[in-house]
């Protein structure tokens, strides 16, 4: 069976600060992508970003980032000055075969 | 840029009716997907088609859940009847195809109420 965890149901950041969020899973494939999607309260949920479980090289996007550890099967986001638009849930998601699996999210809220 | 069309947006319904909603996925995308969203939770799959067949229905309740994507293209999802549990935010999410790095776009969703 595929899981996926996110630990931190809330977090907060001040703005321009750096955030990381959490996220375990477990599978059994060896074949597998990860992704982070953005959920804004308007609830259309977007591509943050995704890493291949066959690259050891961490992927980014401008601000966001993450720490891929597949022996740990971690996979967390750094999000590097953060802005209030970055206000959002934030939902790991494992794509291994067909299926697609999401956590339950982790809410992140930006103080000015 | 390409969007997943849902319909209706809200929908508030009294228990033992019967709701149905539509998704357009984008055009060419061969596998839909119908998640289940409940408030402060993740989406929860109920069904996956890749073209006009069902991959994986097996969280669908299918005592009162049916769905359908008859030609391969648009899909409608139906509960019939209405449980007051059954509230929550049903999202339609299409990609290219069902497997490796094909990336999910998701439409902006159908939030039902059950009363």
């Known amino acids: 069976a595929q899981t996926v965890t996110q630990s931190q149901p809330e977090m907060s950041v001040q703005e321009a600060e750096t955030v990381t969020l959490s996220c375990t899973y477990d599978?059994?494939?060896?074949?597998?992508?990860l992704f982070w999607y953005k959920q804004p309260p308007s609830r259309q949920m977007i591509l943050v970003i995704r890493q291949e479980a066959y690259k050891q090289q961490n992927a980014t996007e401008n601000r966001f980032s993450v720490n891929f550890q597949k022996a740990a099967k971690s996979f967390s986001l750094k999000i590097s000055d953060s802005q209030l638009g970055d206000a959002a849930m934030y939902f790991c998601?494992?794509?291994?075969?067909?299926?697609?699996?999401f956590g339950p999210g982790t809410s992140l809220s930006v103080i000015p | 840029e390409a969007e997943v069309a849902q319909s209706p947006r809200y929908k508030i319904t009294e228990k033992s009716q019967a709701v149905a909603f539509w998704c357009d996925p984008i055009s060419g995308h061969a596998t839909l997907y119908w998640y289940r969203q409940i408030l402060g939770q993740g989406p929860e799959l109920l069904v996956q088609?890749?073209?006009?067949?069902?991959?994986?229905d097996s969280q669908l309740p299918k005592d009162r859940f049916s769905a359908e994507r008859l030609k391969g293209v648009d899909s409608t999802l139906k509960i019939q009847p209405a449980e007051l549990g059954d509230s929550a935010m049903y999202l339609c999410a299409s990609s290219p195809g069902n497997s490796g790095a094909n990336v999910l776009t998701f439409g902006a969703g159908s939030r039902l109420t059950v009363l």
């Open positions: 599978t059994s494939e060896s074949d597998y992508y």
């Open positions: 998601a494992l794509r291994s075969g067909e299926k697609v699996i």
């Open positions: 088609f890749q073209d006009e067949s069902v991959v994986d």
